[in-house]
């Protein structure tokens, strides 16, 4: 019997105790409205909110509703992009009049797991978690494990909690769970298809040394990471692809190789796990000291995982003389996000072009999922309400129904 069918027997045997008195004589608890001045107070206090919350349950019960205490833990406060999503679902929950406290996980899922025990242990009720662990599904199982025994749920988002090929092992077998991200490849085949189509314009430009080839590095954000694994795949595979089908190489013999041939990886990783702007820079600043116009090798193509490391790839390249505007080659470089400096470098003629993920979009999403499921829906059911708010930029996915995918887009600043 799987975890989904054990828990509403219990549930269903915990009603029927509960209505029939018995137990250890616990009073049963209600959920209270908020009051105007229990909303003022959550809305001063924003991120680190100590309003004492009415007391509630979890909301245990499908169809329960409850007053939520929400817990937002990031898998790192340093981070581009969650930093961009922080200050919008801070923005969100705020003017919702929702009690939450944030947490700052510092790229350990150690201390991730501190915070959830000392936040369920204040009466947190539901967990907002942006895990730091994705290489398996044993941090998210033992999150969601140790908030059902409190009686909250668990709310992932934007790091993936199980991959391709674990499709619904831990989200499908929990009913206080869900996941607010987005369709892992997608990012990947977006970036692919438009460093694809950059290049057939501007193949000859690009390629540096006339040699009918284009010389690309690889900077990987997490290894082991979903997000990381495909955005690396599929950037370069439909890269190919589009490439072949203008007439620049093919599958076999493809005109995009990777600047290194002995790194059969293909890919420079951020070891820390951390997508940051140092591990690109760093690793840029050692390949030039190799690979340069002068030694007929250059590195024409520069592709990352995100914005961030993007950003650090472009240092070095300043550095070195390159990207810096009017009268200095550029060096096409694509990361993903969309980030606000990513926005500017590209304006600027720094940077070619990014994949959008709206961090707006998921603060939205995250704020709907919270109210639908105070409100007493299923996590099934919030996932559809709140994807019934803005169709285009939503999605079910087709093989879990409490996973909801929020688009990406492209973005070269045109």
């Known amino acids: 019997m799987n975890k ?25 608890t209600t959920a209270a409205e908020t009051t105007a001045a229990e909303t003022e107070a959550a809305t001063e206090a924003g991120s680190g909110a100590e309003t004492e919350a009415p007391e509630t349950t ?34 969100a929950l705020t003017e919702a009049g929702i009690e939450y406290q944030n947490y700052d996980g510092n790229s350990s899922q150690a201390t991730q797991n501190e915070s959830i025990t000392t936040a369920l242990s204040s009466g947190t009720n539901l ?20 908030a059902e025994a409190a009686g909250a749920k668990v709310i992932f988002f934007n790091r993936a909690v199980e991959g391709d090929d674990q499709e619904g092992q831990v989200l499908n077998a929990y009913e206080t769970v869900a996941f607010v991200g ?19 314009e501007n193949f000859d430009t690009v390629d540096l040394n006339g040699d009918g080839k284009i010389s690309y590095a690889m900077f990987m954000g997490q290894v082991g990471n979903v997000e990381a694994i495909y955005r690396t795949q599929y950037s370069v595979e439909d890269a ?50 190799q690979y340069s116009e002068a030694n007929g090798n250059m590195i024409e193509l520069i592709i990352c995982n995100n914005d961030n490391m993007a950003e650090g790839a ?80 939503y999605s079910v996915s087709e093989a879990v129904a409490n996973k909801l995918y929020v688009a990406y887009s492209a973005y070269t600043g045109e």
């Open 4 to 28: 989904k069918k054990l828990v509403s027997l219990f549930l269903a045997a915990v009603m029927v105790c509960a209505m029939a008195s018995c137990g250890s004589g616990g009073t049963e």
């Open 182 to 200: 987005t369709d892992a490849p997608e990012a990947g085949h977006l970036q692919g298809q438009m460093i694809g189509e950059y290049l057939t």
């Open 240 to 289: 190919v692809t589009v490439l072949a089908e203008a007439g620049h190489g093919t599958a076999d013999d493809p005109a995009l190789v990777y600047f290194n041939p002995d790194n059969t990886d293909k890919y420079q990783a951020d070891q820390q796990g951390n997508w940051s702007a140092q591990a690109a820079m760093e690793y840029m600043q050692t390949n030039l000291s």
């Open 314 to 393: 472009i240092q070095a390249l300043q550095n070195a003389g390159y990207n810096n505007g009017e009268g200095t080659t550029t060096i096409p470089v694509f990361g993903v996000d969309a980030t606000e400096s990513a926005k500017g470098l590209i304006a600027a003629g720094s940077m070619t072009g990014t994949v959008e993920q709206s961090a707006t979009g998921m603060a939205d999403a995250l704020l709907g999922m919270v109210q639908n499921v105070a409100a007493g829906e299923t996590m099934d059911a919030a996932v559809e309400a709140v994807v019934g708010t803005n169709a285009e930029l």
């Open 58 to 91: 979890g909301g245990e019960a499908a169809g329960e509703a409850f007053t939520p205490k929400v817990g937002v833990f990031y898998y790192s406060f340093a981070d581009a992009f969650i930093s961009s999503v922080r200050a919008e679902l801070d923005a």
């Open 127 to 146: 967990l907002l978690v942006n895990l730091v662990d994705t290489a398996s599904v044993d941090a998210a199982t033992t999150i969601i494990e140790q």
